[in-house]
């Protein structure tokens, strides 16, 4: 069936975690890492959180699980576990001030230029804390856009149906004539279908072999087999 629309996750899909503005981050809490250690572990990091759903709203910021995931990242760096900690939560307060996810994907933005290209319809549905639609601006991204949706900014997170379905009104399409693009099954793909989407999955780890629908490599490859 033709699609009029593309519904794209944001985190390991479009943007991922930026090793430099991370160490900076550290560093101000007196926690000294390097950048390309912080990227070398991101394999690592995935797999670890592969098979977790985030859902994230504004209590979030008291829930310390951002402070966690940054704390568990620096750790498999090599900082030592108490300041790994420390460190953490001050990357995560500065996150909620400025994205860190802040480095894009190798063929994002051509594979967005293709779509769009195609004519069809795009919006970001993400599970972030209020900062998407900047980071994505500053990084380019968001003229290929037509809408973003932002968890903490509607109060509804993946993979509840209506953060879909908020996306699908902003852009004016049907849910059959849309298709939802993240890596995460749990969020990406079951919260899309409850909301009669279509959804593939960007897997280039091979970290869901098993998944029962279709599945690229990277957002490139899904851009030479639908354009």
Known sequence: MPLAALLLDAGYTLIFPDGARIAAAARGAGVSVDAAAIDAVEETMRREVAAYSWPTSPSSKTASRGAAFFARFLALAGVPAADAERAGAAVWASHLQRNVWARVGPGVAEALARFKAAGLRLAVVSNSEGTVARV????????????????????VSKPD???????????????????MVGDTPASDIDGARAAGLRACLIDPLGLHPDHDGPRYASLAELAGALV
């Open 136 to 155: 994505l601006d500053d990084l380019g991204l968001l003229r290929f856009l037509d809408a973003v949706v932002d968890s903490w900014e509607v109060g």
């Open 161 to 179: 149906p209506a953060i879909f379905r908020s996306a699908l009104a902003r852009l004016g399409v049907a849910a059959g004539d849309a298709m």
